[in-house]
T-cell receptor
Framework: RKEVEQDPGPFNVPEGATVAFNCTYS??????FFWYRQDCRKEPKLLMS???SGNEDGRFTAQLNRASQYISLLIRDSKLSDSATYLC?????????????FGAGTQVVVTP | GAVVSQHPSWVICKSGTSVKIECRSL??????MFWYRQFPKQSLMLMAT?????????EQGVEKDKFLINHASLTLSTLTVTSAHPEDSSFYIC?????????FGQGTRLTVV
């Protein structure tokens, strides 16, 4: 079983609409959670960290559900520039910080 | 923000040759760096943890004699793919952490022909 699992998509989203997707993780003791964005053939870039209380950054909202072991990302008012692959990333317990486990990514395609 | 620079960004090499990829932390010191590999439409997979001044720690299934890692200074780690074969063609990417955030190099797209 993979440490981090995501729906690969693609999620085809009309511009201005809202899209949400989840990611599940297998290790209940996982400590830190992140959403990274990866554009085609580029390196991943941190979108936002995910906190237990949930957090929002502009049009992006992240939630963590420890009981069910999933995190979610919601994008409101989608822009064409939001088209990318969104990677769910987990820092496992006892791993050195920076040793991250990646999901395979969820592709989002925002259409005009 | 912190910057990690990776070089080269792409390389084409002949089967059987070796390729060296460099990863530098430009404005911070990194005692630990990480090397990942990503095949098309797959997730980034951790290959090894590069430790400054000591041997790298390899993930299960990664051949340490094939993927040589050297971390001679606090700002530079290198990955050498030895005797490359077409199945080694992939996107290789390094990362380093400041302790609060992980930063990635630009990645190296290796094509072995």
């Amino acid at each position: 079983r993979k440490e981090v699992e995501q729906d690969p998509g693609p999620f085809n989203v009309p511009e201005g609409a809202t899209v949400a997707f989840n990611c599940t993780y297998s290790n209940s003791a996982s400590q830190s959670f992140f959403w990274y964005r990866q554009d085609c053939r580029k390196e991943p870039k941190l979108l936002m960290s995910v906190y237990s209380s949930g957090n929002e950054d502009g049009r992006f909202t992240a939630q963590l559900n420890r009981a069910s072991q999933y995190i979610s990302l919601l994008i409101r008012d989608s822009k064409l520039s939001d088209s990318a692959t969104y990677l769910c990333v987990v820092n496992l317990p006892l791993d050195s910080w920076g040793k991250l486990q990646f999901g395979a990514g969820t592709q989002v395609v925002v259409t005009p | 923000g912190a910057v990690v620079s990776q070089h080269p960004s792409w390389v084409i090499c002949k089967s059987g040759t070796s390729v060296k990829i460099e990863c530098r932390s430009l404005d911070f010191q990194a005692t630990t760096m990480f090397w990942y590999r990503q095949f098309p439409k797959q997730s980034l997979m951790l290959m090894a943890t590069s430790n400054e001044g000591s041997k790298a720690t390899y993930e299960q299934g990664v051949e340490k004699d094939k993927f040589l890692i050297n971390h001679a200074s606090l700002t530079l780690s290198t990955l050498t793919v030895t005797s490359a074969h077409p199945e080694d063609s992939s996107f290789y990417i390094c990362s380093a952490s400041t302790g609060t955030e992980a930063f990635f190099g630009q990645g190296t797209r290796l094509t072995v022909v």
